[in-house]
């Protein structure tokens, strides 16, 4: 039975009260900054320097309950408004070490510029606490179709055709270009968040940076995707949010899925 622990509670508050080295993996979708305008959540701070210096607070505070070989994955955007997250990243590769950074190619754009370029990507900022996190790229790979590997297993460079073979029923390394659609209003997953994350999205992190049983954590619940990806994955979970009204809808989500 998966241990689930989720509070309504601010992450600053919350975080004190886990114990330290807790978590193998951390999944952490934070405010970007005024970037949802019409979003207090999103408007609390009174400067650029306030925000990073808020980030970087409860930075610190998940490094203390990351354990040794566990990941943390940190969303955020670049643009015009979002160019905070190049600070919070530059601070926050010297309070971690950096071990990736991945492109979310949300397939299609949003907030249209006359300007400059659609923005149509978010970022994901991987850092780790010791040379050797655990991290399993095999458990993502991307299946070949049938049409690419019946040309793969004509190409006459490949001398080991049994490897060869395995390799491509097995499928390909995934890159760290993630090209998976975000949710539209029509969209069945839903809830009522503005930026909730797609389940394929959070389910990839998970499947590559843990193993069953592990605990994760997300100081962002939101809308809960995290603690539903968890549930399905087979990892224990614990986690908080701060909007009573996102709390809630996380708690029915969570209930929902439980009964199914």
């Not at 998940?62 to 670049?78: P, S």
């Not at 754009?109 to 996190?133: A, C, H, W």
């Not at 499928?171 to 997953?189: D, V, Y």
């Amino acid at each position: 039975m998966n241990k689930i622990r989720v509070a309504q509670s601010d992450c600053l508050t919350w975080f004190p009260k886990q114990k330290p080295n807790a978590f193998q993996l951390i999944v952490a979708d934070p405010p970007y900054f005024q970037v949802q305008i019409k979003e207090k959540w999103d408007n609390a701070w009174a400067s650029e320097v306030d925000y990073v210096k808020w980030m970087l607070a409860w930075l610190k505070e998940a490094k203390r309950v990351l354990n040794a070989t566990g990941l943390l994955y940190l969303f955020g955007q670049l643009g015009k408004r979002e160019h905070v997250f190049l600070q919070v990243m530059a601070q926050a590769t010297k309070l971690f070490q950096f071990h990736d950074l991945i492109i979310w190619d949300r397939a299609v754009g949003y907030n249209e510029r006359r300007d400059s370029f659609t923005p149509q990507y978010e970022m994901i900022l991987v850092l780790r606490k010791s040379e050797k996190p655990y991290f399993n790229k095999s458990a993502v790979r991307e299946a070949y179709d049938e049409a690419t590997k019946q040309i793969y297993l004509k190409d006459k460079r490949y001398k080991n055709l049994k490897k060869r073979k395995l390799h491509l029923e097995q499928g390909k390394f995934a890159t760290n270009l993630w090209r998976i659609p975000s949710l539209k209003g029509a969209s069945k997953e839903k809830v009522g968040h503005p930026t909730q994350k797609p389940l394929a999205l959070i389910e990839r992190i998970i499947l590559s940076s843990s193993k069953k049983g592990d605990w994760l954590c997300d100081p962002f619940l939101g809308s809960g995707t995290t603690v539903i990806a968890a549930l399905k994955l087979d990892r224990q979970f614990a986690g908080c949010e701060i909007d009573k009204n996102y709390y809630r809808i996380a708690k029915r989500r969570l209930a929902r899925e439980s009964r199914e």
